[in-house]
Structures are given as C-alpha cells and as structure tokens.
C-alpha cells in the first residue's frame, strides 16, 4: 500500500473514534469557522483553481460542462460556504434514538443512530465535493479521505488546508479530512481495497469511474450512478409550463447528473408541444436527436440510434421520442434509466399517480424539473452524492444517510436462561 494511504487511512481510523464522541456545537463550531476561512480566503481558492484550469491543455478532450464542474469562481465559494452553515444549522442526527420497547423481562431494547466511522470518497473534477464531503461526515462525526482527480489537485488542496485549519482551531481531531494527493492510480486501487480501515467507500463520477470502484473495491460502496434522466410531457399537459420546465432541465446546467437527457412526448400532444420546444432548445444551443416523427419537425434534428436512448451527454445534447402513452413512457424510462430523476407533466392526478407508482427511480417529479434532485435544494444542506441503489440510501445523501444505528439495552441483572 501506497505511504501516502497508509498513513492517512491509520490516522483516519484513530481520529474516528475521537471525532465520533465531539458534542454538537465542537462541530457547528468548526463548520462556522471552516465558512468563514472560505470566504476569507477566496482569492487563494480562486487562483489555486486558476492553475488547475491553466493546466488543462487547449483542444483537449476536456468539455466545457467538464471546465464548468472544475471551476471556482467567487460566488461558488460563497455558495459553498453557506452550504456549511446550513449543514451547521440542521438537527445533528448522531444520538438520536429511533424507538424503544421493553421486552417481558423488563429489559429496554432500543436503536440510536451512530456515525458510519471512515468513509472515503472518490470524485472526479468537481472541488464542491471537497467542501460537501467534509462538512457533511463532520457534522455526523464521521472521517473522511477524499481522492479527487488530478485535474483539480491545487483546488482540493487549497480547501483542504483551509478544512485543516477549522478543524484544529475547533480542537477536533488531526485526521478527521484528509487529501490523497498522489495522482498514481494504484493509489486509488489501495483505497479499493483499504477495508482494515474504511467502513465506505462512494464513488461521484462518470460511468467509468462508478464501475472501477464497484467491480475492484473489497470496501463496502454506495453507488452514486449516473443520470439519465427523462421528462415525460403527457397529453394532458400544460404547454407554457411543459416547455418551461424542459427547457429548464435541458439548458440550466447540462453538465450536471440531474439535467434532462431524454425527453419524452405522448403522440397526442406532439404536435402542439414540438413545434414549441424544438426552436426553443435550437435557439439555446441543444443538439437534437429524435425518433422518426421528432425529425420531421426540424431539419436541423439528426435521427437517434439506439446508443442515444441509454447516454447520459452532460451536455447541450437531447434525445426525444414521441410514444404511443404514458405506458409506453414509462416502460422506455424504465428500461434506458439509470434510477436517478425522472418527471412527469401532467393536469391529471390520475397520470400522475401511474407515473409515481410505476417508475423506478430515485426521486420522482410532478410538474418540476428535475434540476431539484440535489442535497441543497431538497433542504439538506449538502450532499455526499445521489445514491441510485436501494439500499441503506437512494437519492439525495445528506446527515442521516452517514449514520448508522446501533442497539441500545437497557437492563437490572437479566441473564439468559
């Protein structure tokens, strides 16, 4: 194993069971001031990020949603510093008993939550994730190794030194974040495979990464899956609000995992909705590929194959189909999908039950973009990633979903006979 991961997977697991007895307000403490030094110190954050970008070779295969999810820019950092002091604000789970029942012997049997202990995060160019992380496993009095990628080694850098700082004017544990900073891949396969110390391993990338970890990791993972998200447009649908809410969900922020990748359209409502949201989605830029009735709505739309249905572009690329009902939606949903976000418009409570009931995602829309699936908007704070498996987490990874429950028992001399 690498001595960069040895050392601070050891030192992770000793300030572990430190960090997991800090009271509440140690750890409010030291996201406040970890807030503060961010805004604070913006201009080094911004010129660390800077050489990160400058690094980045022209012409590369870098994308611009790529250049979008690396950059620091002023208002980002103060997002993000807000973001800790949200986290700082909401409930601490860590102590909370969740029931509690007496047996007939009169022993008292409950559960209470408890921090998970190491976990370790994996991610691509996204430095947010570095503040994310970290204020989300302290608040819950769990460590954290962070491994992101080298195109944003100096960003995470810089916040790391900056979450060092707070950590040890709060008086918390050295350890309790930690940065690999060695860009070598077998670094990455020693945390794979780190399971003396790490309790979890998560994984917020694209597909390649998502599969690397799942397929070698020996450590228990939650996959954080890709987004290939649908919006539906039923035949009963508003139409101002129809082409409002897919714009939304195509162009806000298409380099992100809860943007709209495929956009569906009940064959009734084609004809009123297309005319509409094609020239819309052209003017700003969005590539479109569509089944044979989508192409003859535009000369500039290219036919889509069967690879499109199932990518996720993270870019100003959409795939529509028109189909025959919301049955048919549905089934192409849950067939191409990645169980992350999908949404349907609709005035009918009917439809929208059936879309609700039937479809096999992480978090469901009625009438919304799906751009809300974030820790942020969903009132968590933060996230740690968006689970798209179904156990222990699925969806939106905040507070509670870095715990764990423990049993508590409650006696007066019981013994077993």
């Not at 992770?12 to 996201?31: D, F, I, V």
């Not at 993000?80 to 008292?108: C, F, H, S, Y």
């Not at 084609?270 to 590539?287: N, Q």
Request: net charge negative; proline share 3%; hydrophobic share 40%.
């Amino acid at each position: 194993m690498h001595a960069e991961v040895l050392a601070k997977c050891k030192q992770a697991r000793q300030a572990a069971l430190k960090l997991a007895a800090c009271s509440t307000s140690l750890k409010n403490k030291a996201l406040e001031q970890i807030a503060t030094s961010l805004e604070k110190n913006k201009k080094d954050i911004i010129e660390a990020n800077q050489l990160d970008r400058n690094r980045l070779e022209s012409g590369d295969h870098y994308t611009e949603a790529f250049y979008d999810r690396l950059l620091l820019s002023e208002a980002r950092i103060f997002e993000m510093a807000q973001g800790l002091r949200e986290i700082a604000a909401l409930n601490d789970p860590v102590g909370e008993v969740t029931g509690m029942w007496k047996r007939p012997n009169g022993l008292e049997i409950g559960q209470t939550r408890v921090p998970i202990g190491v976990i370790a995060i994996i991610y691509e160019a996204r430095p947010n994730v570095t503040i994310d992380a970290a204020g989300l496993t302290l608040k819950t009095g769990n460590t954290v190794i962070l491994r992101g990628s080298s195109e944003a080694l100096n960003s995470n850098r810089a916040l790391v030194k900056i979450i060092q700082q707070g950590l040890g004017e709060a008086g918390l544990p050295d350890g309790s974040v930690a940065l690999i900073e060695d860009a070598d891949r077998a670094a990455v396969m020693d945390l794979l495979n780190a399971n003396q110390y790490l309790d979890l391993l998560i994984p917020r990338g694209g597909p390649s990464l998502i599969n690397t970890v799942i397929n070698n990791s020996s450590v228990p993972v939650i996959q954080t899956g890709a987004g290939n998200c649908h919006t539906y447009v039923d035949y009963s649908a508003d139409l101002d609000k129809a082409v409002a809410i897919a714009v939304n969900a195509k162009v806000q922020r298409p380099g992100v995992c809860n943007a709209m990748e495929t956009l569906l359209v009940h064959k009734d409502m084609a004809d009123d909705f297309l005319p509409k949201i094609v020239p819309a989605l052209e003017k700003l830029g969005v590539e479109i590929r569509g089944c044979p009735r989508t192409v003859s709505y535009s000369s500039n739309i290219k036919p889509a194959g069967e690879e499109d249905w199932s990518t996720e572009y993270l870019d100003l690329i959409l795939a529509i189909r028109v189909v025959e009902n919301i049955d048919q939606a549905v089934e192409h949903i849950n067939s191409y999908g990645t169980g992350h976000s999908e949404a349907i418009i609709t005035d009918s409570y009917n439809q929208a039950r059936h879309f609700l009931a039937s479809v096999d995602a992480a978090a469901v829309y009625v009438n919304a973009s799906t751009r809300f699936t974030d820790g942020s908007a969903f009132g968590l704070g933060a996230e740690i990633g968006i689970s798209t498996q179904k156990l222990h987490a699925r969806g939106p990874m905040g507070l509670e979903a870095l715990t764990t429950l423990k049993y508590i028992i409650f006696g007066s001399g019981q013994i077993r006979e």
